[in-house]
């Protein structure tokens, strides 16, 4: 994988800001997308002082045109782009009665919209060199009903399930098209859904009024252990491995 060029979206935090950094140490040319300029800027910066580089991309993933100009750019500074990594997302919680259809509308635009404009603008340009690796950041409520959550999951599940109808379509070309689905990992989307430290507790042991289950291993994940379960996928070990999902929830949706 080493000086190959790779996109990340939603790479100023969070897992994203995880997979960038554990490309960059594997010295992949990175292009780091994401609509938060300033976000990205303090990830290169962060990068810089342990001599890692990305080249920060500003771009809202909900835009076709402008992720098609972005991907463009890329090609153009960096080559051809050899691993999409589809990290963009958003969280808006709220029970379905009485959430808003711009709650919504603004879910999808990002969850799945900017999962299909920016696998459409990257794959036409794999397919054309017969070659190339994507894997969408979906999530673990994409296969387990989660309360307040209706939005997120069934956006995620569309994130999956395009993800994996895409390889369908272009393994033919050798692009090879994966999922993984993270649980609750220590990022400020999961900070976000706490209203005070029982948040954390409720996570790692479970709620049954919430009908959540806890985390058998019994800790959040790291976002580089999701980043690390990322760059298997990319790489040739997984060169056998396409249209599959890959769960790094410390078991919390039993295998689901």
Not at 202 to 216: L, N, Q
Request: net charge negative; aromatic share 4%.
């Amino acid at each position: 994988m080493e000086h190959t060029v790779a996109i990340v979206t939603g790479a100023a935090g969070g897992i994203g800001a995880a997979v960038v950094r554990a490309l960059a140490e594997r010295r992949i040319l990175v292009a780091a997308m994401d609509r938060d300029q300033h976000g990205l800027a303090d990830l290169a910066d962060r990068l810089a002082t342990e001599g890692l580089t990305a080249h920060g991309v500003a771009v809202d993933v909900s835009d076709a045109e402008a992720v098609e100009a972005a991907v463009e750019e890329v090609e153009q500074r960096l080559g051809p782009v050899d691993h999409l990594v589809n990290a963009a997302g958003m969280l808006r919680l709220g029970p379905v009665l009485g959430y808003s259809d711009e709650d919504w509308r603004t879910t999808f635009a990002v969850n799945v919209n900017g999962v299909f404009h920016t696998s459409r603008a990257v794959v036409d340009r794999m397919a054309r060199r017969r070659r190339g690796t994507v894997v969408t950041i979906a999530s673990n409520a994409a296969y387990v009903p989660r309360g307040a959550m209706a939005a997120y999951a069934a956006s995620k599940a569309a994130a999956a399930m395009f993800t994996k109808s895409l390889g369908l379509e272009v393994a033919r070309y050798g692009i090879r098209c994966n999922v993984v689905a993270p649980g609750s990992t220590d990022t400020p989307m999961l900070t976000s859904m706490w209203q005070d430290e029982s948040g954390r507790t409720a996570t790692v042991h479970g709620d049954p009024e919430s009908f959540r289950v806890g985390i058998p291993l019994g800790r959040i994940a790291e976002p580089s252990s999701v980043a690390d379960a990322v760059v298997f996928l990319l790489s040739e070990q997984a060169s056998h491995i396409t249209l599959s999902h890959l769960t790094v929830d410390g078991g919390a949706a039993l295998g689901a």
